[in-house]
């Protein structure tokens, strides 16, 4: 299991400039809880020079974002507030990232890792579950399933990250049933997996979204938990809230800062530098043609996913996945 060291505190240099890269939400109070957090961050770390950009959806925006930042900042720590690595983290904004240091050749620019699959996640999961069953008045762990529900990606990687962290929160407690379910893009869906518990037995059902704020697929998942209730009458149901201002967000991205400051390499940067990005590029395939679109919008989804079909011409068949590529840090 991997084990963060939050590392202490240290004071940067005033021309330094961190920039969280939110995804961005149709709805906007999504985005005013990362604006918020942001706020929070800021009061937090007085030492640093905190600014905000989303990848769609909402001012400010990622590539604007970090020009202005490039150009007025000697050193440019770029901070994704994002849970997993699905095609944003690993082309959108490694490429702005690429553009900005060809644009700004004077600034350094540096990269962390997205927030990932580790403890201090595994830690708000397993305080949501407490929190789940005390309001079920505690009933028998292995009579009530658990359901870790997430967006949804077609990186398998994305999705892995998921299943780690189901397995996980299965094995630190004693529920007889994690399972995980997506909101979107893949299967199985939160439905389908309440139908199998209830199946198996289960006279409680807890679902733990796994979002960082609220948005439209977070109204949506309570929507669907109301419907549940109806649909299973015998089963009670308890859907925790997001988690993105829990302290062990703010404590995971003092680390990533404090990393990037010390120097420190990170394996889990996905496309920073990666082979098959560059590779892409050699083959005339940009940023416009590396794009699968699995039309989420049109489900009603708030985002795009993008499966990175890079060298789709030339029989490559790493469409949909970066975890196998070694980095070139």
């Known amino acids: 299991m991997n084990q963060v060291i939050f590392t202490p505190s240290v004071t940067l240099n005033p021309e330094d400039t961190v920039l969280i890269v939110g995804h961005g ?12 957090f942001t706020a929070q961050w800021r009061a937090r770390r007085p030492d640093l020079r905190i600014e905000l950009c989303f990848i769609e959806f909402a001012p400010p925006e990622l590539n604007a974002a970090l020009l202005d930042a490039a150009r007025t900042s000697r050193r440019v720590l770029v901070v994704p507030l994002i849970l997993n690595a699905a095609g944003h983290v690993k082309m959108e904004i490694p490429e702005a990232v690429e553009q900005a240091r060809i644009a700004c050749p004077q600034a350094e620019i540096l990269l962390a890792p997205h927030l990932t699959a580790c403890d201090p996640i595994l830690a708000i999961l397993k305080r949501r579950l407490r929190k789940a069953m005390n309001a079920l008045d505690m009933p028998d762990p292995t009579t009530t399933g658990v359901v870790l529900l997430g967006r949804g990606s ?7 990250e998921m299943a780690k962290m189901a397995r996980w929160l299965l094995e630190e407690g004693d529920h007889e049933l ?3 379910a997506f909101t979107g893009i893949t299967w199985p869906r939160l439905e389908k997996v309440v139908q199998r518990q209830v199946l198996l037995g289960m006279r409680q059902v807890v679902v733990l979204p796994y979002y960082l704020y609220t948005g439209t697929l977070m109204q949506r998942i309570h929507r669907q938990v109301e419907h549940l209730r109806g649909q299973y009458p015998q089963v009670r149901f308890t859907c925790s809230e997001h988690f993105g201002f829990e302290k062990e967000i703010f404590e995971l991205m003092d680390q990533r800062v404090n ?3 010390a120097g420190v390499a990170d394996s889990r940067l996905p496309c920073d530098g990666c082979s098959y990005r560059e590779l892409a590029h050699d083959l005339g395939h940009g940023h416009s043609h590396a794009h699968t679109h699995d039309h989420a919008h049109a489900n009603g ?3 795009h996913e993008h499966g990175h079909a890079h060298g789709h011409e030339h029989g490559h068949d790493h469409a949909h996945s970066h975890e196998h590529v070694k980095e070139t840090l």
């Open 301 to 303: 989804h708030e985002h």
């Open 25 to 36: 939400s149709r709805e906007d109070s999504g985005n005013q809880e990362i604006r918020e």
């Open 259 to 261: 990393d990037l400051r």
């Open 178 to 180: 994690v399972d995980l």
């Open 154 to 160: 077609s990186d398998r990687g994305a999705n892995g």
